[in-house]
Nanobody, 124 residues
Framework: QVQVVESGGGLVQAGGSLRLSCAAS????????MGWFRQAPGKEREFVAA????????YYADSVKGRFTISRDNAKNTVLLQMNSLKPADTALYYC?????????????????WGQGTQVTVSS
């Protein structure tokens, strides 16, 4: 059973930066695509970013493109989400997810293991 744990959330002013980290354990990490999703209060959970097994392929939601960067270190079983130029609209609970597939997806149902989330709050 794969376990996924997020960290790095917090409170930041608009225009600031945060780096989220996702640690995976209990299974093979290197062969899995990984994704970040978020859920704001009163809204459905939405796709943020994804990365394929090797890190060579990355995908972003239009709302974060150019501001967020996803990366991975397969030697450390971690995925990072660097978030710059944060906006109040980025306020949400951010989830990391691991897939049984090596191919990254923007679709939640293609991810098999989920963390509990880390809160990001951006003040105006």
């Amino acid at each position: 059973q794969v376990q996924v744990v997020e960290s790095g959330g917090g409170l930041v002013q608009a225009g600031g930066s945060l780096r989220l980290s996702c640690a995976a354990s209990g299974g093979t990490f290197g062969g899995r695509a990984m994704g970040w999703f978020r859920q704001a209060p009163g809204k459905e959970r939405e796709f943020v970013a994804a990365i394929n097994w090797s890190g060579a392929g990355t995908y972003y939601a239009d709302s974060v493109k150019g501001r967020f960067t996803i990366s991975r270190d397969n030697a450390k079983n971690t995925v990072l989400l660097q978030m710059n130029s944060l906006k109040p609209a980025d306020t949400a609970l951010y989830y990391c997810a691991a897939s049984n597939s090596a191919v990254a997806s923007t679709t939640q149902r293609n991810y098999d293991y989920w963390g509990q989330g880390t809160q990001v709050t951006v003040s105006s």
